[in-house]
């Protein structure tokens, strides 16, 4: 059964630093996204990506977030400068069509440390 | 501000029980809501998803929606021991979300004990 996949699985980087977190959504999806979840707190959206453009973003995607489709099957959210409180849980999720019924499916995530 | 709230428990059934999770959603506009079950340091899985009014049986599992009191439930029958985890309820933004941005509740975490 096809996948959402993330890398690395755990990042740790020191403050300040600039990270990339990759993403393959399943082959045949159209409309990508990224959420985080802070340990303990609920999974918020950051980002909704469809046609090589950002289709929607939270108020927490600042001009230190940017997302890419490298290539056919990545998907990349970069972070230029990160900070203590970017550490958690980051999941890239897809889906096939637009319709309401449709879910998103979510890849294991990277675990992001920033010390 | 768009929300979802549920009770985030620890709920705590014996094996074989009915489980009940509750949820309520601010959002009139959404339309769509999900279940997702999270096992501790995992991503979120799909259980089902519930966009009409009434019940929705799949398997052990059945999702109920009121929209008009805003609410959705998920209740599972027979219980086991690996359905304790975290379950999620999210509801698909509505209007003014172009693309399906879920908002998610905090989680219920339920405990199945044998």
């Known amino acids: 059964e096809p996948e959402v996949t993330q890398t690395p699985s755990h990042q740790v980087t020191q403050m300040g630093q600039e990270v990339i977190l990759r993403c393959v959504p399943i082959?045949?999806?159209?409309?990508f996204y990224w959420y985080r979840q802070i340990l303990g707190q609920k999974v918020e959206f950051l980002v909704s990506?469809?046609?090589?453009?950002?289709?929607?973003k939270s108020e927490i995607f600042d001009d230190q977030f940017s997302v890419e489709r490298p290539d056919g099957s990545n998907f990349t959210l970069k972070i230029r400068s990160t900070k203590l409180e970017d550490s958690a849980m980051y999941f890239c999720?897809?889906?096939?069509?637009?319709?309401?019924?449709?879910?998103?499916?979510f890849g294991p995530g990277t675990r992001l440390t920033v010390l | 501000q768009k929300e979802v709230e549920q009770n985030s428990g620890p709920l705590s059934v014996p094996e074989g029980a009915i489980a009940s999770l509750n949820c309520t959603y601010s959002?009139?506009?959404?339309?769509?809501f999900f279940w997702y079950r999270q096992y501790s340091g995992k991503s979120p899985e799909l259980i089902m998803f519930?966009?009409?009014?009434g019940d929705k049986e799949d398997g052990r599992f059945t999702a109920q929606l009121n929209k008009a009191s805003q609410y959705v439930s998920l209740l599972i029958r027979d219980s086991q021991p690996s359905d304790s985890a975290t379950y999620l309820c999210?509801?698909?933004?509505?209007?003014?979300?172009?693309?399906?941005?879920?908002?998610f509740g905090r989680g219920t975490q339920l405990t199945v004990w044998p």
């Open positions: 999720a897809s889906r096939t069509r637009r319709t309401s019924a449709d879910t998103q499916y």
């Open positions: 082959s045949n999806h159209l409309y």
């Open positions: 990506f469809y046609n090589n453009e950002i289709s929607e």
């Open positions: 959002d009139r506009g959404s339309q769509s």
């Open positions: 519930i966009y009409s009014n």
């Open positions: 999210a509801a698909l933004g509505g209007r003014g979300s172009t693309l399906g941005r879920l908002y």
